[in-house]
């Protein structure tokens, strides 16, 4: 593996962690891990899924899925409805007040993650690393 290949692959995880940091300062004493707030966040992208289509979608286990949706469920801010494509997979859906928490948390992260970069830099970065993801799932 090139060194330029290592070096990008060491920006991704010290920015994951440098993000899962952040998040976890901003909304300390929420009740709401950055696993939920992914959920949370997928759910008001994607609309109603069930627990295995996030999973495959966010490339987790069906369990670590289920475990978040079942906390999200604990706090009213998901429901289980029914799914007309499978009786044993509910589809998981946001509660009203599951909308307004994930908006008003990104409300603060949008303050707290502001950074003097410009929209065109920013966009050229998440495109390359899309990219990146791409070709490597490609190759599997």
Do not use: C, W
């Not at 940091?21 to 997928?42: D, K, P, T």
């Not at 987790?60 to 469920?73: E, F, G, H, K, Y």
């Amino acid at each position: 593996m090139g060194s330029e290949t290592e070096h990008l692959i060491n920006e991704v995880r010290l920015l994951y962690q440098s993000l899962i940091q952040i998040g976890e300062q901003i909304h300390e004493g929420s009740n709401i891990s950055m696993g939920m707030r992914a959920v949370l966040e997928y759910l008001e992208r994607e609309g109603a899924s069930s627990v295995p289509h996030m999973a495959r979608a966010r490339r987790v286990t069906r369990q670590r899925i289920q475990t978040l949706v079942n906390a999200l469920m604990d706090q009213g801010l998901a429901i289980a409805i029914d799914n007309p494509a499978s009786k044993r997979s509910p589809l998981i859906d946001l509660t009203d007040r599951g909308a307004n928490t994930i908006l008003d948390m990104r409300r603060r992260e949008s303050r707290a993650l502001k950074v003097p970069l410009g929209n065109a830099e920013i966009a050229a970065a998440a495109k390359t690393l899309a990219n990146f993801r791409a070709a490597l799932e490609a190759r599997r």
